[in-house]
């Protein structure tokens, strides 16, 4: 069978297929740039991040894969491109949720 013709992989790093249990909330941009805008940043601990989020729902979605670049994630809401959320990532075998910011940079 031929390849693909003009089609080039755009992705700078591998994915890993993975279904794992996400939340995530929108979160207000004035929060979440005040944050990001901190030398620490990088550092920031969970317990932090509650702060940041707005009056906003709780979803749950899963992931579809991961690689070092963001994740793939699949839920019942669309979320537009550049809509910021607080994720909350439950691994197997880890009991602390992993918490982190993020942009919505592709929405199907």
Not at 70 to 97: A, I, M, R, W
């Amino acid at each position: 069978m031929a390849g693909k013709t003009g089609w080039v992989e755009k992705r700078q790093h591998e994915r890993v297929v993975a279904t794992i249990k996400v939340t995530y909330r929108v979160i207000e941009e004035k929060y979440a740039k005040s944050v990001m805008s901190q030398e620490s940043y990088r550092s920031t601990t969970a317990e932090q991040l509650p702060g940041l989020s707005q009056v906003s729902p709780i979803y749950e979605a899963v992931t579809k894969d991961i690689s070092m670049g963001g994740l793939s994630v699949v839920s019942d809401q669309l979320l537009p491109k550049g809509t910021l959320v607080e994720v909350g990532l439950t691994l197997p075998n880890y009991q602390t949720t992993l918490k982190f910011l993020a942009e919505i940079v592709h929405a199907e």
